[in-house]
């Protein structure tokens, strides 16, 4: 069975600084994608980046960026010159090649402070 | 539409009553599932629907759950006779059969009492 792991359940950060946001996952398979997700309080997950996973070439999205890492099965997301708008729940999904399911972590709460 | 549209946006209803949740993809989205979060917790698949084939159904907690997609189109969530366990935000997703990433709604919120 795959698992998804975020091992932060909260995370704080001043506006402009950088901040990572942890996920591991566990799958024998080989294809697979990787997300991550924002949810602000309205609800909406929002695509934030995403990642196939036989792409070397770490994934970039203006100010966020993955540090994509198959071996060790880690795919953590950096978040640069955070702006208060960042404030949201953030979550890692992995979904397999052959399947259709989005399998989710648990999610990271992320603050940005002035 | 321009986005996937669900409602109503929240819910309140007595435990043992039967609710319906709707949930309007993007036009021309071949693919719906819908996801359940419950509070603190990851988001958990409920049911998958991809064009004509048969639905997904492995994610549905009971045979209280059902779910159908009309015309390949719009999808109803019916819960029967509620659970104050049942309380929960239920998120809606669609995708393109050409893309892999998934469009999601604003989710209803139920909260059974």
């Not at chain 1, 934030?48 to 880690?74: C, D, L």
């Not at chain 1, 890692?92 to 402070?113: E, P, S």
């Not at chain 2, 409920?46 to 549905?60: E, R, T």
């Not at chain 2, 209280?64 to 366990?85: K, P």
Request: glycine fraction near 8%; aromatic fraction near 12%; proline fraction near 4%.
């Amino acid at each position: 069975a795959q698992t998804v792991t975020q091992s932060q359940p909260e995370m704080s950060v001043q506006e402009a600084e950088t901040v990572t946001l942890s996920c591991t996952y566990d799958t024998s398979e080989s294809n697979y994608y990787l997300f991550w997700y924002k949810q602000p309080p309205s609800r909406q997950m929002i695509l934030v980046i995403r990642q196939e996973a036989y792409k070397q070439q770490n994934a970039t999205e203006n100010r966020f960026s993955v540090n994509f890492q198959k071996a060790a099965k880690s795919f953590s997301l950096k978040i640069s010159d955070s702006q208060l708008g960042d404030t949201a729940m953030y979550f890692c999904a992995l979904r397999l090649y052959n399947t259709d399911k989005l399998i989710f972590g648990t999610g990271t709460r992320l603050q940005v402070f002035p | 539409g321009a986005g996937v549209s669900q409602s109503p946006s929240n819910k309140v209803t007595e435990k043992g009553k039967d609710v319906e949740l709707r949930c309007d993809p993007i036009s021309g989205h071949t693919a719906l599932y819908w996801y359940r979060q419950s509070l603190g917790q990851g988001l958990e698949f409920l049911i998958y629907f991809q064009g004509n084939s048969a639905p997904d159904k492995s994610g549905l907690p009971s045979d209280r759950f059902s779910a159908e997609r009309t015309g390949g189109s719009v999808s109803t969530l019916t819960i029967q006779r509620t659970q104050q366990e049942d309380s929960a935000v239920y998120l809606c997703a669609s995708r393109s059969g050409t893309d892999y990433g998934y469009t999601f709604g604003s989710g209803t919120r139920l909260t059974v009492v």
